[in-house]
């Protein structure tokens, strides 16, 4: 059996193309992976401020002015006036929205630019040199007083344009100025309420939504996610280009010139298994390596880190060289090398998408976890996932097993359908 | 060139599974992928290790007031094991004054819950302050300053931005995938010697060229048109009004793609290279061109700039703006041009290696 692993490795040194292919190209896509998605860091987008151009046509003088007049017409005393234009310049929306657009928290979101007027604003809209465009309208002040001490319906409206509704760039400014209304309303009801005496507050709002991770690791990063699940879907394609080229090897008579020899014919079966398992490794290793050194992937992490990684990584393999060899007795069996075709163009992307290389599955429901970790690729993906967060070695134990029982069942299917006689 | 053509469905009749499997697959992934994420709720698990039950309950009613997520209340145990089996990326952990989240993995919605959870639990507590320090007076909750947003995009139908990409994106993907794999068959032919059976036969070379395309070509439409279709009348997807903009720019991405496939074969010959290359290259040009993530969320301009090649980018385009932006043709005739040069480009350079090669 030795020299059927020696004639594999000579065969592809000689026809170097294709394995090389299958080794080299999917750090393509990891490539693009790292320069699309390794600047998103976790839960904020890493993006350039947005270029937001903030419009004050409203006048507080104007507006307070007219608001005494207001006042006056209802007959309200000249000393409760003068109280409540004091009260009302504290309460000024406009002004606290001004804060908090020119807060140094917001300065690495939004680039404020308060050099516009409407017309311009809507110009630079359209091309693309603002984002957003944020209006505060003539009488705004006005409206909102108005609306709080003559319990009125309120005509105070911040205009806001963005280019289009569900850009990321237009729901996170909208998201700032939704946050900013909501605390603004909530807080002049309570003024309301309370009628103008403050209500102490005790809570701090910096323990309001702290991120803990949950495990002793890092949280996966949408980065590390990607390249996982990219490798765990290539490493597919070895199985079926192993099992295509055992077929090729069936048409080009080969096989009938190896039969022949008197080489048992499961040694054969076996041999692809092997060439499965090392060509994986193979991918793998360099798919992981070249990742980590171009891109971090996985920096920071310990030798322990390594060698579980090299664990979960040959199981993978050897449930590939299962599948390998389960795909190669096939296309022997019924001289058809359809299999290949169907699992390498249908079967892969199926179970691609079951176990999440293609998106993060468990967003759809549970359940389809539950259905990826069913398939090869799904299991070993969340036993990478589980080391990237930090279990140890016992905690993924559970889908090591699941895998290693896959491997089983393919090879033994295999050893049964793979054709004992009339092997000429 | 109608005999070329006829063969191809003959042998397509002969062994249908392939195709009828890609075809079937798109429809399941698109709608798993697209159907979810039309009317998308964002389920989020939360759990709290210092409220009692009922405490919990209340909090995950007034987090319920919205319509876009869902809170459900768990324990920590259920969400921890959820979490360690990958089934949940991330959890809500509620307490008397602070709320934090456990997360296993990176989620692209962690913000937007967020901002949701911080209004309600500020709102809660700063209520709740007031009735502390105030018993005798009740609160309601006005508004005094509204914000009226406009787009410059008048989005016409009742789907979002975000589903018509990803079931653009998607479909665009797969038929790409399926004709790429179709035209495999032309390296088969080559490899067993019926091209050059048919080569000698009266048949000009070009009839054959045009029959084996024309059929990968209605091939293609077919199975963009068959899953629309199923979209449209199954799972109440609705495409607007626009149906001669969707067909000619369907009709033009599968043009580019079965040029894409000539350049592909020209260049590598071999079935078994090929099964390997063609779903590199259909991923890549899928990931490049948007179809996975949105590319608004790419800051490097290099890869911002290969996107501008790859024909999914423009398909993409070109449908999201006849699905929600109600473009007529004249619209978007820009990206479709787009999807005809490189279609041509591609064809150009795949016939001449094809034949070159000889």
């Not at chain 1, 080391?387 to 491997?407: C, S």
């Not at chain 2, 990958?86 to 962690?110: C, K, M, P, R, W």
């Not at chain 2, 209520?127 to 947003?149: G, H, V």
Request: hydrophobic share 50%; proline share 3%.
């Amino acid at each position: 059996m030795w020299n059927l692993i020696k004639k594999d490795f000579l065969t592809i040194s000689r026809d170097r193309s294709e394995f090389l292919i299958l080794l080299v190209m999917p750090m393509v896509l990891i490539t693009i992976l790292g320069f699309a998605l390794g600047s998103i860091m976790f839960g904020t987008v890493d993006m350039d401020p947005i270029p937001v151009a903030l419009i004050i046509e409203n006048d507080l003088e104007q507006d307070l002015e007219q608001f005494r007049k207001d006042l006056t017409a209802e007959g309200i005393p000249e000393q409760a006036i003068e109280q409540m234009i004091i009260n009302a310049e504290e309460i000024d929306p406009v002004a606290s929205l001004e804060t908090v657009l020119r807060s140094p928290e917001l300065s690495d979101m939004i680039d404020l630019k308060e050099n516009y007027d409407q017309e311009q604003a809507e110009e630079a809209l359209t091309t693309d040199e603002v984002l957003a465009v944020i209006t505060i309208p003539e009488q705004f002040s006005y409206h909102t007083l108005f609306a709080f001490y003559f319990e009125e319906e309120t005509e105070a409206d911040i205009g806001l344009f963005v280019q289009d509704h569900e850009q990321i760039q237009a729901t996170i400014v909208e998201g700032i100025l939704t946050s900013f209304s909501d605390q603004y309303n909530l807080e002049l009801s309570i003024a309301f309420a309370t009628e103008g005496e403050t209500v102490e507050t005790t809570i701090s709002e910096e323990n309001f939504g702290t991120i803990t991770h949950f495990s002793t690791g890092k949280p996966v990063s949408a980065f590390q996610y990607y390249t996982i699940g990219m490798a765990v879907m290539f490493a597919l394609y070895v199985a079926s280009t192993v099992s295509s080229n055992a077929f090729k090897e069936k048409k080009n008579h080969m096989f009938a010139r190896l039969m022949m020899t008197g080489e048992r014919p499961l040694n054969y079966l076996l041999s692809k298994v092997i060439s499965a398992v090392i060509l994986t490794l193979v991918q793998l290793t360099i798919l992981f390596i070249a990742s980590t050194l171009l891109f971090q992937t996985f920096t920071g992490t310990s030798v322990e880190f390594w060698v579980s990684l090299a664990i979960i990584s040959f199981v993978f393999s050897l449930v590939i060289g299962g599948l390998a060899a389960f795909m190669t007795a096939i296309a022997i069996q019924f001289n058809n090398d359809a299999i290949s075709g169907f699992f390498s163009g249908g079967a892969v992307v199926i179970f691609a998408f079951l176990g999440g290389s293609l998106s993060p599955i468990e967003q759809f429901s549970p359940l389809m976890r539950e259905l990826g970790n069913l398939t090869p690729n799904g299991a070993m993906m969340t036993a990478y996932l589980q080391l990237i967060q930090g279990f140890n070695i016992n905690d993924f134990l559970p889908m090591i097993y699941r895998v290693l029982l896959m491997a089983v069942l393919f090879i033994s299917l295999a050893v049964a359908i793979f054709p004992k006689r009339r092997l000429i | 060139m109608w005999s070329v053509f006829n063969l191809q469905w003959l042998r397509l009749k002969r062994e249908p599974i392939l195709v009828l499997s890609f075809i079937t697959m798109t429809i399941l992934f698109v709608f798993f992928i697209g159907g979810t994420q039309g009317e998308q709720t964002i389920t989020v698990q939360t759990f709290s290790d210092q409220l009692t039950e009922s405490e919990l309950d209340e909090w995950i009613d007034d987090l319920n007031d919205g319509n876009h997520f869902e809170f459900e209340a768990s324990d920590r145990a259920t969400i921890e094991n959820q979490l360690q089996m990958s089934q949940i990326t991330y959890a809500l952990e509620l307490n008397h004054d602070h709320y934090q989240y456990l997360v296993g993995q990176d989620s692209f919605f962690i913000n937007a819950v967020n901002q949701h959870v911080e209004q309600v639990y500020r709102t809660k507590l700063r209520i709740r302050e007031m009735a502390q320090q105030f018993p005798d007076r009740s609160i309601e909750l006005k508004n005094y300053l509204t914000i009226e947003s406009e787009s410059l995009a008048n989005s016409v139908s009742n789907s979002n931005e975000e589903g018509a990409h990803i079931v653009s994106g998607m479909t665009l993907y797969f038929a790409l995938y399926t004709v790429l794999f179709g035209m495999m068959n032309i390296a088969v032919e080559k490899r067993t010697g019926t091209w050059d059976r048919l080569i000698i036969t009266p048949l000009k070379k070009s009839s054959i060229y045009v029959g084996q395309l024309l059929h990968y070509f209605s091939l293609g439409v077919l199975q963009i048109g068959i899953c629309f279709v199923i979209f449209d009348q199954l799972l109440n997807y609705h495409f607007g009004d626009q149906y001669l903009s969707i067909l000619v720019t369907v009709m033009a991405f599968i043009f580019a793609s079965v040029a894409l496939g000539m350049l592909i074969i020209a260049l590598i010959n071999s079935p078994q290279q090929l099964q390997a290359v063609i779903p590199i290259v259909s991923t890549a040009f899928a990931m490049l061109g948007g179809a996975f993530w949105p590319l608004e969320l790419v800051t490097n301009n290099f890869l911002i700039a290969l996107a501008k090649i790859t024909p999914i980018y423009y398909g993409i385009k070109a449908l999201k703006d006849a699905m929600l932006y109600n473009a007529r043709v004249i619209d978007i005739l820009q990206p479709i041009s787009m999807l005809l040069l490189m279609g041509v480009l591609f064809m150009g350079i795949g016939l001449n290696l094809m034949e070159r090669t000889k």
